[in-house]
């Protein structure tokens, strides 16, 4: 049974910082890529960060212009693990922040709130 937990998020001032957590159970973590999602309320769900495996091609991450250069997905193989660091958060990053992967279908964690506010 494949599952992702997510966890980390909270209530931070505009500028701080939060890192996200992904905890994958139930398949082979180290051969599939995972994805960090956003959706903030009314909005759709929106592809923010991906980081592939290390094989075949090496690891590689990509980003949404809306968070390159503050956001910094990584993952930890040994743990299952994926990490999204948050840094000059903004208002506008207010949302439920998701993992998923695809392995023959997509799969969700339950997402953690992230609320950027003073």
């Known amino acids: 049974q494949i599952q992702l937990v997510e966890s980390g998020g909270g209530l931070v001032q505009p500028g701080g910082s939060l890192r996200l957590s992904c905890v994958a159970s139930g398949f082979d973590f180290t051969n599939f890529a995972m994805y960090w999602y956003r959706q903030a309320p009314e909005k759709e769900r929106e592809l923010i960060a991906t980081?592939?495996?290390?094989?075949?091609?090496?690891?590689?991450?990509a980003y949404a212009r809306s968070v390159e250069g503050r956001f910094t997905a990584s993952r930890d193989d040994a743990k299952n693990t994926i990490y999204l660091q948050m840094n000059s958060l903004k208002p506008e990053d207010t949302a439920v922040y998701y993992c998923?992967?695809?392995?023959?279908?997509?799969?969700w964690g339950q997402g953690t709130q992230v609320t950027v506010s003073s």
């Open positions: 980081i592939t495996p290390l094989a075949p091609s090496g690891r590689f991450t």
């Open positions: 998923n992967t695809l392995v023959g279908t997509d799969y």
